[in-house]
T-cell receptor
Framework: NAGVTQTPKFQVLKTGQSMTLQCAQDMNHEYMSWYRQDPGMGLRLIHYSVGAGITDQGEVPNGYNVSRSTTEDFPLRLLSAAPSQTSVYFC?????????????FGSGTQLSVL | KQEVTQIPAALSVPEGENLVLNCSFTDSAIYNLQWFRQDPGKGLTSLLLIQSSQREQTSGRLNASLDKSSGRSTLYIAASQPGDSATYLCAVRDAGNNRKLIWGLGTSLAVNP
């Protein structure tokens, strides 16, 4: 079982460049989300989706866009990268968007913005 | 505002020891609490999920307890092994605040052979 797959694992960008972090899950999960993890801070929710065609903002959405055209894929776009977006990014999914579902995480993308 | 604290931030123990990791939260109005494991360079793995109505959950050598009234959860690891070395995070599903997951910063555990 592949579970949640994130690509790339590592990426270095220059300020102002754009890029897309890919996330795919093969578990037919309704709910997908993006987190960032920074030293000294808990995981913070960027955007989430409760199903194909439905997305919403989390705690720290500025500078990021998402779309959910299929159940399987939930890409995260950085429109114009800034050094403050240097972080480790995790995609997570759950079967449903209810409060009692376990989250399944991808292995992360380590992003550096110079 | 819900806050989650994990103490200690780091812990080093000899192999075979039983140990307890702590998680405290400030608001008892929660749906559930989850414990996760994070290995370096890898994602998080859900270990145990305790509903607000439950007192504990067990999986193998792991036992998690929940005391909502005192805002505390513990993760007990029996007979620790070097393979248990990882960072352990807890997260509470806040009953208010749009049912957000609020995360602790984790306890980094090293089990020495």
């Amino acid at each position: 079982n592949a579970g949640v797959t994130q690509t790339p694992k590592f990426q270095v960008l220059k300020t102002g460049q754009s890029m897309t972090l890919q996330c795919a899950q093969d578990m037919n999960h309704e709910y997908m989300s993006w987190y960032r993890q920074d030293p000294g801070m808990g995981l913070r929710l960027i955007h989430y989706s409760v199903g194909a065609g439905i997305t919403d903002q989390g705690e720290v959405p500025n500078g990021y866009n998402v779309s959910r055209s299929t159940t399987e894929d939930f890409p995260l776009r950085l429109l114009s990268a800034a050094p403050s977006q240097t972080s480790v990014y995790f995609c997570a999914s759950s079967k449903r968007s209810s409060t009692n579902e376990k989250l399944f995480f991808g292995s992360g993308t380590q992003l550096s913005v110079l | 505002k819900q806050e989650v604290t994990q103490i200690p931030a780091a812990l080093s123990v000899p192999e075979g020891e039983n140990l307890v990791l702590n998680c405290s939260f400030t608001d008892s109005a929660i749906y559930n609490l989850q414990w996760f494991r994070q290995d370096p360079g890898k994602g998080l793995t859900s270990l145990l999920l305790i509903q607000s109505s439950q007192r504990e959950q067990t999986s193998g050598r792991l036992n998690a307890s929940l005391d909502k009234s005192s805002g505390r959860s513990t993760l007990y690891i029996a007979a620790s092994q070097p393979g248990d070395s990882a960072t352990y995070l807890c997260a509470v599903r806040d009953a208010g605040n749009n049912r957000k997951l609020i995360w602790g910063l984790g306890t980094s555990l090293a089990v020495n052979p």
